[in-house]
């Protein structure tokens, strides 16, 4: 993969083409004084523009960790108020998905300024856009310029999770679909997989396969109601995407027509309950060890918390005993 085809997915150059089939967005440049801050370690925010001009007319000094971006807060604020009052917030490539346990409901739901500083500094995936964004390119590639980084704000809409699809395109063809929460089992997906791949597979040939600049590529669409889509994101194809129930064997497979993966669009869900797979955002909210001891992933971790369950209550039992 070269650095033009992650550009490519950068919101910023594939919005204007997809807007009809989008979902409605203000994109704002930031300022290099802000990717400093959002790089910076610690979480504090910064003082308001009313906190500014309270300092101003009181003489207050000002808190040295906190830095102030009035401006910037300026067009936040406009947007959100352009988009209804409540938005979805992300950067070039990613949003803060992971940082969702940090806000008020566990949602990217965000109503202020504020609501939007608090997720990008508290998540990993918004500090990988910063640092990594080329990480699986050639290194020999450097056509590609300097990253403009940019605040996207999407106006708030209600995605039903059920409805909400990964398409993976080899050589501007529809080779896969995904569910794409695979933490959950939707009962009215199964059902519908033929007239979904259908229908996916012709919105894609009408309105995205001569818009997009590359050959190989992946997005993410919401089905509102029957055959009509809303695009939400563009992905390269590529190990930095989740294959989500796919693996990147069988879809580059699929890319290069090889036998054993050839033939028509592979449609995959959650069959059943016993399906369900941990939450990819589960490593992000609580230490790892919790993580290991609820997905079943460390064995050896179990055991010893079995063994220090088993020693507490044969203390308690002791202590039961002594006291009578």
């Known amino acids: 993969m070269n650095r033009q ?23 704002i440049k930031l300022p290099q004084s802000f990717i400093d801050y959002l790089h910076a ?24 960790n906190a830095p102030s971006f009035p401006e910037l807060q300026v067009k936040v604020e406009r947007a959100i108020k352009q988009l209804g009052g409540a938005v979805f917030p992300k950067l070039n490539w990613s949003a803060p998905r ?65 409805m909400e699809f990964r398409v993976f ?25 033929n007239d979904l791949t259908y229908e996916i597979v012709n919105f894609h040939d009408r309105y995205v396969s001569c818009s997009f600049p590359d050959a190989h590529y992946v997005f993410d669409v919401f089905r509102k109601s029957e055959g009509e889509y809303l695009i939400l994101d563009f992905n390269p194809f590529n190990e930095v995407t989740d294959p989500l129930l796919f693996t990147w064997t069988e879809l ?12 028509d669009c592979q449609f995959r869900c959650i ?14 909210s609580m230490p790892t060890d919790f993580v290991d001891l609820t997905t079943g992933t460390d064995a050896a971790k179990l055991v010893d918390f079995l063994k220090m369950e088993g020693q507490k209550q044969q203390g308690d039992s002791s202590d039961e005993d002594g006291q009578r």
């Open 252 to 263: 580059r497979g699929a890319r290069d027509g090889l036998p054993q993966y050839a033939g």
């Open 169 to 193: 395109v080899a050589n501007q063809e529809v080779v896969a679909i995904s569910q794409r929460d695979i933490s959950s089992f939707f009962p009215c997906i199964p059902p519908m997989e």
């Open 5 to 27: 085809q992650v550009l490519n997915c950068s919101f910023s150059s594939w919005y204007t083409n997809f807007i009809e089939h989008t979902i409605e967005s203000e994109i």
């Open 98 to 162: 992971d940082a969702s346990w940090i806000a008020f409901g566990n949602s990217l739901k965000c109503q202020t300024f504020n609501d939007i500083i608090l997720l990008l500094k508290s998540s990993d995936f918004v500090t990988h856009d910063l640092t990594q964004p080329f990480e699986t390119c050639s290194e020999e590639d450097t056509a590609a310029g300097q990253v403009q980084y940019e605040l996207v704000l999407r106006r708030w809409k209600e995605i039903v999770p059920s």
């Open 41 to 64: 370690d610690g979480i504090y925010l910064p003082r308001s523009k009313d906190e500014l001009q309270c300092q101003q007319n009181t003489r207050e000094e000002p808190c040295k």
């Open 271 to 284: 069959q059943e309950e016993a399906g369900v797979q941990p939450s990819a955002y589960l490593a992000y």
